[in-house]
């Protein structure tokens, strides 16, 4: 197995985040001094889940680096239909190009599938697990908007499936941020996740609640996500925590005037559009570092010496 698929954002060490993110800073200052290196390159897109940014953002990447992508489509038009495996359909797609990004509905299905090829396999979502790609550029846009160190963070909504808030948590454990955790008791993180965080961060920089308007006056940046309602076993339960954790410009009277509002997106109504228009708001901004930042990666990934160095934790071994 080579050393650098990107699985999740427990592989990344401080320095790992520092080099991606100063690179996508020079990437971000001047794109055309990349628009030749990967000629000829093919990256290949296998999402078994809706997307938009994640997809387009990657695919944008790779063609501003002069490359191309081949792009597996909709599940409904593939042979997964016919009841292909997903190792069948990486093994035969990593013949057809030189890496490949997978999204796929299942938690794990990324580190499976990275055990069965041997070109760079990045995460792009696996189920409620990780998302270490939005993990770069969330950073990013935390490190232009509030700086890394001496942070607080509050990050609410749904944080027992949201993929992105995993990937964010572990990867802020490198820097020196207080992180507060605001959801509904039943969409609390894992416990094995804020199991591991206190391991990582000596316990004092995690706190978890159930309302905002505690921490709200003292935090940096608010990551707000959406209720991930697809991955509900039960939509009576998701109607329960549906519309709660909603904010809009009211809210915010109580917040810093630095206050940085971010949010993945796609949003459902977590964020009032009133607040669009404010300094606050991060979130389109951050949805457009998607592209310097995954240029970055992938010119580090597909680099001639080959490993990335992205393997300074726990993460896909
Ligand atoms: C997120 C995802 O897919 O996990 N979207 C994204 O990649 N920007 C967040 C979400 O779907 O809520």
Known sequence: MRHDHLITSKQLSRANIETILDYAAELDADPSAVSDRHAGTVLGLLFFEPSTRTKMSFETAMKRLGGDVVDMGSVESSSVTKGETLADT??????????????????GSATMASEFVDVPLVNAGDGAGHHPTQTMLDLYTIRENAGLDDLTIGIMGDLKYGRTVHSLAYALTNFDTRQHFISPESLQLPREVVYDLHQQQDGTGIREHESLEDVLPSLDVLYVTRIQRERFPDENEYQKVAGEYQIDAATLEAASDDLTVMHPLPRVDEIAPEIDETDHAAYFEQAHNGVPVRMALLDLLLSDDGDAGLTGGDGDE
């Open 90 to 107: 990486v093994r035969v797609i990593e013949g057809y190009a030189d890496a490949l990004v997978l999204r796929h509905p299942k938690q």
